[in-house]
């Protein structure tokens, strides 16, 4: 029970966000960009051309 207690204290106290993890968490979303950049270039391009297509079709 004080295990869960003490857990839902640290949840709640955001003393603990600094420098650091922000760095942190910044870091570790580059490394994923840099990891998967092949399939977000497709899904953007994709999603570009598709934008393009229907803002035509709609012009028309």
Excluded: C, P
């Amino acid at each position: 029970m004080a295990f869960w207690k003490g857990m839902k204290a640290y949840a709640k106290d955001d003393a603990g966000m600094g420098t650091v993890e922000i760095i942190l968490i910044i870091v570790v979303l580059v490394g994923l960009v840099l990891i998967f950049k092949k399939q977000i270039t497709t899904i953007v391009n994709e999603l570009f051309d598709s934008i393009t297509t229907k803002s035509a079709d709609v012009a028309r």
